[in-house]
């Protein structure tokens, strides 16, 4: 081997780029630090822990450092509910109504920015299948603008942290109209949340323990779940967002609650470690089997990991951004369709598949370079309503540029 490679066939200098262009961005203030694990052919080729996950107390950033990774929870619920389709227990086609009846005769929005009272019938049932590609016509406050936005936030309150029973909300969620009619468009929406209590209803338990048992103890994923226990809690990265008044790190910080929260919400809600994550990654990665265990059938991931939306849906703007460019989105992740017109979520190869979390956290695995990357921080964007037109606020430039440049550092260092 090239004597400047390392075992996993970087090249060692171009990944010793990454700490140092990191470190000037947490030098900077942008953000607290970074977690970042890059694994390849079988090996963990390279950690960085770069910052503080508690700038006041000076606590550095640490390998085991637990982060709130927020929509990356998403992919975690869609295996769960793959699972549960192998096993004959419901089927992409299956109108949710069959277990969640709040989602019966829904209504939706003749205009999606105006008047919620302004509706018409929904011409057909909220499926599983647009639950998985965020194609039911419900929404999140902050991808909404106009009423629907407020009415979201009033009823259900914040899109985390939320305190009221699953029954309690799924009633809320589902005495809203809908912004678009089921199937028309991708909407990124609370569709993982009903997801995974649809899930934790067909299972007759709480999705926490649905997904300890089927997912977190048989890959060995001790660091990961809805809350942190207080034995934790000193390895827990704080949440900042820059605060505008000073222009400096503020904490925000979700207060930490005394036990198993009643509410979990499998779109956002768990916490986790680079680690755990990496043996998630992998099972994806390795087509359902990682280390020996199976979770699902290889061709299940392959559906997983195959775009679903139509040419005339990616046309639509995500977010305000032409998103969609050379990339698509399958049953819980979005999946590289050209490498050359992707710009929205870095450097990769045709069929990598990932999808990042609203603090900043992202994923990406490339069955092209038998690869995953993790990317870990802890960057608090607005999640009320109107987000969708205030994005940018919140996180100064180098702090929205670090993660595409971690991204074009790992492939530079494979020569691409």
Known sequence: MDGDQTSGGFLQAGLAQIAPALQAVADAGDLSGFVT????????????????????????MTRDTLFRIASMTKPVTSIAALMLMEEGKLRLEDPI???????????VLKDPTGPVEDTYPAPRDITVEDLMTHR??????????GPIAQAHEDRLGPPLGGVMTPDHWLKALGSLPLSYPPGERFHYSHATEVLGFLVARIEGKPLGQVLKERI????????TDFWCPPSKR??????YRIDPETDRLQDVSYPHVDSQPVFEPGGGGLISTADDYLKFARMMLGKGEVDGVRLVKAETI??????????????????????WLGQG?????????????????GAGSEGAFGWPGAFGTWWQADPAEDMV???LIQNSMPLGPDAAAQLATGQRMGGRAALPVFQKLVYGALGK
């Open 373 to 375: 990357m993790i990317y």
């Open 234 to 239: 000193g390895r827990m990265a704080k949440l």
């Open 136 to 145: 039911a016509g419900l929404a999140y406050a902050f991808t909404s603008i």
């Open 97 to 107: 109504a069959r277990w969640l009846p709040e989602f019966s005769n829904m209504l």
């Open 216 to 223: 977190f103890r048989r890959l060995g994923m001790e660091d």
């Open 302 to 323: 392959e559906m997983m990991t195959k775009n679903r939306l139509t040419d005339a849906q990616r046309q639509i703007p995500f977010m305000g951004i032409p998103f």
């Open 37 to 60: 694990l890059v694994w390849r052919r079988g090996e963990v080729a390279q950690v960085e822990t770069i910052g503080h996950r508690d700038v006041e107390a000076g606590l550095p």
């Open 329 to 345: 989105f399958g049953l819980g992740v979005s999946v590289i369709t050209d490498p050359e017109k992707q710009a929205w979520m």
